[in-house]
């Protein structure tokens, strides 16, 4: 492990501790952004020509799952800025001056950005829907008026990105908010039995007006770009199956009960659960670590052709994972579903992992059109082959 995956594990230690706090009170959790804050996490994943830490997606990853495996909430919300900032400095997608603004309020205090698409009408953005949230341009400014729901990281965001419908146009931008500009609100709604710390309230704006270079980017109709980033999503899930299997272990090298000699560690039907959670979760840590590394190593080209490979990470993970925590519960027995024992917080954390990005069944679909598509154009390649 290098030095930097060991400053962030000694970090997130202290994680676990307040996490069954801050999930009953639904509460979020500041001193663990504070402490990360302390060790320069959130400028880790910038571009090392802007200033940043420039680590890898692989070594990005490997960061998340620990954080994850002390507090998913934590990991979750932290996710997304850190992989937000790391891609629009990669692909160069906002104005450089723009960029570069942000990034040093990041470095220099430790500021989080996150995007805020989704909306109460328009469902998961990923579906396609337009904004209801407006954009209308007043001089060289814009005035926005909305409301955007699952905004996670709320109570401590300096930046958020908003999706926009731009008034007269069949347009949408994206746009940099100041959260501390006039307009804004936090409507503390957020009442979820998942990721209760999560901070993923709703964000009100009322004639919000920001500047003209604020409009940082236009969403393009149609399929989005590969998204190396999204990973962050199945190694947080990960992460949490890992926490639940150190427990469900634990539990069963230490429980006796007088029917038996020894522990129930040592009863088949335990191990072959045990043995079933391993096995997922060695499956999930290899897809998910090759995957990023080849990304890693892939030129933008590459990259593009990759989005199939990416949606199957993640649906494959989160899915194992809540197999996986499922299973560790059935070896603690009843007591795993007591409010003392940390699995139940385990069990519900990770079924929200089925409603992050991208969903299931346009993942499944996606896989089968891509596979339809290569062998047709095999089969083709072969006729012709043979006419010749």
Not at 383 to 388: F, K, P, R
């Given at each position: 492990m290098n030095g930097r995956l060991a400053l962030t594990e000694e970090t997130a230690k202290k994680f676990k501790e307040s996490s069954r706090e801050h999930d009953e009170n639904v509460t979020f959790p500041f001193e663990n952004f504070e402490a990360l804050k302390?060790?320069?996490?959130?400028?880790?994943?910038?571009?090392?020509?802007y200033g940043g830490g420039g680590v890898s997606l692989h070594e990005l990853m490997k960061h998340q799952e620990i954080i994850a495996k002390n507090d998913?909430?934590?990991?979750?919300?932290?996710?997304?800025?850190?992989?937000?900032?790391?891609?629009?400095?990669?692909?160069?997608?906002?104005?450089?001056?723009?960029?570069?603004?942000?990034?040093?309020?990041?470095?220099?205090n430790g500021s989080l950005i996150n995007n805020l698409a989704t909306e109460p009408a328009?469902?998961?953005?990923?579906?396609?829907?337009?904004?209801?949230?407006?954009?209308?341009?007043?001089?060289?400014?814009?005035?926005?008026?909305?409301?955007?729901?699952?905004?996670?990281?709320?109570?401590?965001?300096?930046?958020?990105?908003?999706?926009?419908?731009?008034?007269?146009?069949?347009?949408?931008?994206?746009?940099v908010v100041?959260?501390?500009l006039k307009g804004v609100h936090i409507d503390e709604?957020?009442?979820?039995?998942?990721?209760r710390a999560s901070g993923s309230h709703d964000f009100i704006m009322k004639n919000v007006r920001v500047e003209a270079e604020d409009l940082v980017s236009y969403r393009t109709p149609g399929r989005k770009s590969p998204a190396g980033w999204l990973l962050h999503i199945p190694a947080c899930y990960l992460g949490i199956?890992?926490?639940?299997?150190?427990?469900?272990?634990?539990?069963?090298?230490?429980?006796?009960?007088?029917?038996i000699k020894g522990t129930i560690s040592e009863l088949p039907n335990v191990q072959e659960k045990l043995g079933r959670v391993e096995l997922m979760l060695m499956e999930s840590e290899h897809f998910l670590y090759s995957v990023a590394r080849k990304w890693d190593e892939s030129s933008a080209e590459e990259r593009q052709q990759m989005g199939n490979e990416l949606g199957a990470v993640k649906t494959s993970i989160v899915n194992k994972a809540v197999e996986a925590v499922d299973l560790a519960m059935r070896v603690v027995g009843?007591?795993?579903?007591?409010?003392?024992?940390?699995?139940?917080?385990?069990?519900?954390n990770v079924r929200a992992g089925l409603h992050n990005p991208p969903m299931d069944?346009?993942?499944?679909?996606?896989?089968?059109?891509?596979?339809?598509?290569?062998?047709?154009?095999?089969?083709?390649?072969?006729?012709?082959?043979?006419?010749?």
């Open positions: 302390a060790i320069g996490y959130p400028q880790l994943s910038i571009p090392k020509e998913g909430a934590t990991a979750l919300s932290v996710g997304w800025h850190m992989g937000i900032i790391m891609d629009i400095g990669e692909k160069h997608s906002w104005d450089d001056e723009k960029y570069r603004k942000v990034v040093a309020d990041v470095i220099e328009t469902g998961s953005p990923t579906r396609g829907g337009r904004p209801e949230t407006t954009a209308r341009k007043d001089g060289d400014r814009w005035i926005l008026n909305g409301r955007k729901t699952f905004a996670t990281l709320s109570p401590i965001l300096k930046y958020a990105v908003i999706s926009a419908s731009i008034e007269g146009t069949d347009e949408v931008g994206n746009f100041d959260t501390a709604t957020w009442n979820s039995v998942a990721m199956a890992r926490a639940a299997q150190e427990a469900s272990v634990n539990f069963a090298a230490e429980y006796s009960p007088n029917s009843a007591k795993s579903l007591s409010a003392d024992s940390e699995l139940q917080r385990h069990y519900r069944d346009m993942v499944i679909i996606g896989l089968a059109k891509g596979s339809i598509s290569r062998i047709k154009e095999a089969r083709n390649e072969k006729m012709t082959s043979n006419a010749e």
